[in-house]
């Protein structure tokens, strides 16, 4: 199992180019379930999780390539993915591939929305709480599937096809939005989605989908209109950058101190966490060519965080900034409401020398003036690379285990951090 090693205390200078969400991107792959022509997917990130997907996608029939990178490219290069379900040749989702990854469990509107019955395996992924699928079946059967639960398998059928509907979620669900949002555009009629995710991830799926035709109105806030086609295209697609790398990289910035161009970054997709990044003592400012970090000599203050549905601060950036808070100057309050159980990092956090109490579904941080290098382990995707940024920031050496976590989801992490001068290396390995 590789291991990363870090050696801390080295501002971060220079440019991190920022890649395409994982989380458009895995959506935006399985959405080419829905039709039998190519979906080109570009600035798609080379992250483990979009290399499961496409064994999972293969499974069900479809064919796929990925373009080379090209001479002059940068190593970081994203790549172009072409992807082909022109027959879907297996409804079924096996519980070893998507036990592997949770989202994978998405392929079951667009299998049965297409194909009139799926059978997909109820999903493993993050240990983050217990992540139930009830809402994600809600929608179907509001669309008319009959579902039925059995070894461990959701079974959904519609023999005659989908059927639009009114959907009114009881909580925000961005897995709940997409299944809605590629279950309704091939259910025959109108479907209204109420209190729907409004995270930036929807409105670029929604916005493929309307390239290949579906009549989607409203993604991205909370109310969402869709009028049923009876079949979609292919279609063109660049993916949009990653919100969460870029407050991640943003974070660790304002941990070590130094001045950093985050290439391609959208402020606009994540205002809340730059305000907060702000807040606590980075100078952040915005020019065409992305968001540029900096912190030079100021101390970093406690800022009290809660995480909410976008456009609030976003859950999967809580734990990089509970890890910025453990070296601020006194104590911040960080709830978590999204997740339970999210704060597995907190233990490891502690092994640099963090001092953080856990109140139910708050963290209160005592920050400190130096951590110190130690052997940690990553526990789940956004908490392994809490880890890194404290360690950036710590005195001596620091090990990461596990870090398989962090290559689900962070493309080429160490040269990127290794580009802008830390002292990062990536040890590969058994143990
Ligand atoms: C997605 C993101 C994840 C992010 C999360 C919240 C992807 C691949 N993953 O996860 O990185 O942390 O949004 O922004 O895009 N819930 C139910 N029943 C359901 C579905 C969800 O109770 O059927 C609950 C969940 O347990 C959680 C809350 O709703 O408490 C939000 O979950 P959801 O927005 O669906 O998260 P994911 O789509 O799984």
Known sequence: MDRIRIVGGRKL??????????????????????????????????????GMLLRILSHHGVDYSVDGRRPGDQPHAARTLHLSARRIVDITAPY??????????????????????????????????????????????????????????????????????????????VSGTHTALMAASLAKG???????????????????????GAKIKGAGQSVIEIEGVASLSGAHHTVLPD?????????????TGGDVLLEGAE????????????????????NNLGIRVRRNGASLSPVDVTTAPFPGFPTDLQAQFMALMTKANGRSRITETIFENRFMHVQELA???????????IAIVDGVAELQGAPVMATDLRASVSLVIAALAARGESIV???????????????????????????????
């Open 267 to 286: 402020p606009d997709l994540l205002r809340n966490a730059l305000d907060v990044i702000g807040m606590a003592g980075a100078e952040i400012s915005t």
């Open 351 to 361: 092994r640099l020398g963090a001092h953080i109490r856990l109140d139910g579904d």
């Open 96 to 173: 070893d591939l998507v036990s592997k990854m949770r989202a994978s469990f998405w392929v079951i509107a667009p299998l049965l929305a297409r194909m009139g019955e799926a059978r997909v395996s109820l999903p493993g992924g993050c240990a983050i709480g217990t992540r139930p699928v009830d809402l994600l079946l809600m929608v179907l059967e509001k669309l008319g599937a009959t579902i039925e639960i059995e070894a461990g398998y959701v079974h959904a059928r519609a023999a005659k096809g989908l059927v639009g509907a009114e959907i009114d979620f009881p909580k925000v669900t």
């Open 401 to 431: 285990n596990r870090v398989y976590h962090l290559d689900r989801g962070f493309e080429h992490l160490e040269k990127k951090l290794g580009g802008c001068g830390a002292v990062i290396e990536r040890i590969s390995g058994s143990n």
């Open 13 to 50: 200078e220079g440019n991190i180019q920022i890649s395409g969400a994982k989380n458009a991107a895995l959506p935006l792959m399985i959405a080419a379930l829905l039709t039998e022509e190519t979906l080109t997917l570009e600035n798609t990130p080379s992250v483990a999780d979009v």
């Open 190 to 212: 109108h479907t209204l989605i109420k209190n729907a995710a409004c995270e930036p991830e929807i409105a670029d799926v929604a916005a493929c989908l309307v390239k290949m």
């Open 243 to 255: 919100r969460i790398e870029t407050g991640t990289y943003a974070m660790a910035v304002a941990m």
